[in-house]
């Protein structure tokens, strides 16, 4: 009987190509966790228990990696960093606007 072993071999080019492609899902989906958040405040008008201190920080952290990845030219930190800030102009707005 022949000794028939599969050996699953990936090279370092297509170990960073899937890391690439997972990053530029994640980048597209992590700001989308906020949405139920979004539509909470939007729908219920209520801000109790929302920081619109917390929500400037997290643009103002966003602002560095936006420009480490414009630098560098990291489309996935670029992407997800845009998306983060739209996300949170959203809700600063929505703070100010039902506070």
Known sequence: MPN???????????EKRLINRVCSVFAVLMPLTALPQVWLLYSTKETAG??????????????????FGYIYKHTQLIVL???????????????????
């Open 4 to 14: 028939r072993s599969y050996h699953f071999h990936i090279t370092k080019k297509d």
């Open 50 to 67: 929302l920081s619109l201190a917390m929500w400037i920080l997290y643009c103002v952290g966003c602002v560095p990696f936006l420009l």
């Open 81 to 99: 960093n845009i998306m983060w800030l739209i996300v949170q102009a959203i809700m600063i707005a929505g703070i100010i606007m039902y506070s």
